[in-house]
């Protein structure tokens, strides 16, 4: 077939909600597109487990001690799919390393704030768990086979995630009011973080009309913090938090929140790697990659060996 | 009481081993190891509450699984010195879980047979995460011992360095020793004998040396633990010491 014969065919599918799979042809830019998305959403899963894992050994309780390790450990998980699922589109997960480590490659930019208290567990299970939900949920029936299987099981578990975080979060909205207190401060640390999660506004976000050709997007930014907003503010009224935005109203044409206007000077200084914690969430990545080395190269050498042996 | 003391002694182990595993999350030399690591550190922490729920039913009163792991201090832990040991680098790690893995294998198969059935079935649950705890670490001590020059000289020198620990796996306390005469204990220094011949035969396969060591440290079943320990707990306690007598 000529080019513009698998061009016309990759079409056809994607217009039959057929799945791309890894031996499909696919022109080159879906292919670099698929590994930009995959690669930073594999990468988000990894730097994501720092913020959450400084929390493991200073948990209040055995209870929440063991869901946060799981929590975790979900993420790791998480991450292995993904980057298996980015491999199939033919680039290897030590290349993926590298563009991580080098700063080429993204991840979410909520990983680039601190947690403070105990309470921000509470926070990211319900905020930033919940706008990655919002995300991710059209994203298994996107076009490329592999991403949208992975995106099955992730949802699953992150669904999980969030009801665990919202948990913590009624709990604590519930508690004595020094608890209560620790609950609206990660409310007010977190809301705007997590509504930055969901990208730049329609008119600044450079890759969404490509994506929604190719069924990596079904919605624009805007609308899905939009349905993120709609969600989430009913449920902090439940437990009693508020959500800090003088601006945020229910307007009752729309049947829909306004809210107020986003720091976009903040969201772009962390894009751009000058958050509160990019530099310690890099560092803490590198520095395990990088103090690691010895014992990839023990199994390597292992592995060599064993085989010798074995063919010997 | 005996058996609550009894049971510390077991179960602090499995608390202060899951406490340092937790500290490695995130940070291990690839996603797999990472992975494994917190997957053991969730067995070790499902362990010690099955105990310690245990131990509180048998105390009665206010006591919870959360105020026997939060509120005592340093000098009522009963976990062994070896458990407490740091995350000096990966060999220390798997060495430490080397050595109370193959210990831990031992003992949960003699406390299977206790004549109290909690113990018992706990003990039996925990048997099967543990043969995959032993089988982990008895590999890494292999992939590091045969692995390259750098790799066997670490791992050696966390053996080395470890080594000191173990002989206090086989001591006995008085809780030990009443609880052994009611058929409820396990008698660890039978477990002794197997427990060295095992070791000894993975640190071969893994060419490395068995230390040859006269002294070992001790104390940690008394509670007289090293300077590593308060930190350790500082970490652990600090939620339920700040913020006393809430529901998290």
């Keep these: 077939m000529s080019e513009l014969e698998l061009e016309a065919e990759f079409e056809r599918k994607i217009a039959n909600d057929q799945k791309i799979e890894p031996k499909d042809w696919m022109p080159e830019k879906y292919r670099k597109t698929h590994i930009r998305q995959i690669s930073q959403h594999a990468h988000s899963e990894i730097v994501g487990m720092l913020p959450e894992g400084n929390w493991i050994t200073r948990a209040p309780s055995l209870r929440r001690k063991v869901a946060l390790l799981a929590k975790v450990q979900d993420e790791a998980g998480h991450g292995l799919y993904l980057y298996s699922a980015c491999e199939t589109l033919g680039i290897s997960r030590e290349q993926l390393y590298d563009q991580l480590h080098s700063g080429e490659a993204k991840y979410s930019s909520i990983f680039n704030y601190p947690t403070v208290t105990w309470a921000d567990m509470g926070a990211i299970g319900w905020l930033v768990d919940g706008a990655a939900i919002i995300n991710q949920v059209p994203l298994t029936a996107t076009s490329y086979g592999p991403y949208a299987r992975a995106m099955v099981r992730v949802c699953k578990e992150e669904s999980f995630h969030q009801r665990q975080g919202f948990e913590i979060m009624m709990t604590l909205a519930n508690g004595t009011p020094e608890q209560k207190a620790m609950a609206q401060d990660a409310l007010n640390r977190w809301w705007w973080p997590s509504l930055m999660m969901l990208g730049p506004t329609d008119a600044e976000s450079v890759h969404t009309e490509q994506s929604m050709k190719w069924k990596l997007k079904r919605k624009t930014n805007d609308e899905l913090r939009q349905q993120f907003v709609d969600q989430t503010v009913p449920q902090a009224d439940l437990i009693g938090l508020t959500i800090p935005d003088p601006d945020l109203r229910w307007n009752e044409e729309t049947k829909r929140y306004d809210f107020g206007e986003m720091d976009w000077d903040e969201f772009w200084q962390v894009v751009k790697g000058h958050g509160p914690c990019n530099k310690v969430r890099m560092d803490a990545r590198r520095n395990a990659w990088s103090k690691g080395e010895w014992v990839r190269d023990a199994a390597m050498a292992y592995a060599e060996k064993q085989e010798q042996l074995e063919t010997a | ?248």
């Design chain 2, 1 to 248: 009481m005996n058996l609550v003391q009894y049971i510390y002694g077991i179960a602090d182990n499995a608390l202060i081993l899951g406490q340092r595993l937790g500290e490695l999350c995130g940070h291990g030399p690839n996603l797999e190891v990472d992975i494994a690591m917190t997957n053991i550190a969730l067995d070790l922490l499902g362990q010690t509450r099955s105990y310690y729920q245990y131990a509180a039913q048998l105390s009665g009163g206010d006591a919870t699984e959360d105020t026997i792991a939060f509120l005592r201090n340093e000098r009522e832990y009963k976990s062994v010195l070896l458990v407490e040991q740091p995350n000096t680098d990966f060999a220390y790690s798997i060495g430490r879980q080397f050595l109370y893995d193959a210990f831990h294998l031992l003992l949960l198969q003699e406390l299977q047979h206790s004549k109290d059935e909690t113990l018992a079935a706990i003990a039996k649950k925990s048997i099967k995460e543990v043969s995959y705890h032993h089988r982990f670490s008895s590999d890494w001590v292999k992939r590091l011992g045969d692995g390259t020059e750098e790799s066997h000289q670490r791992m050696q020198t966390a053996i080395n360095d470890l080594w000191t620990f173990t002989d206090e796996l086989f001591h006995q306390t008085d809780a030990d020793k009443s609880m052994v005469s009611e058929g409820i204990g396990v008698d660890v220094t039978t477990l002794k004998a197997a427990f060295f011949s095992k070791i000894t035969q993975i640190l071969e396969e893994a060419t490395l040396q068995v230390p040859d060591m006269k002294y070992f440290q001790k104390g940690g079943k008394h509670g007289i633990h090293s300077e590593h320990m308060g930190y350790l707990l500082a970490d652990l306690q600090y939620m339920q010491r700040t913020y006393p007598d809430m529901n998290w």
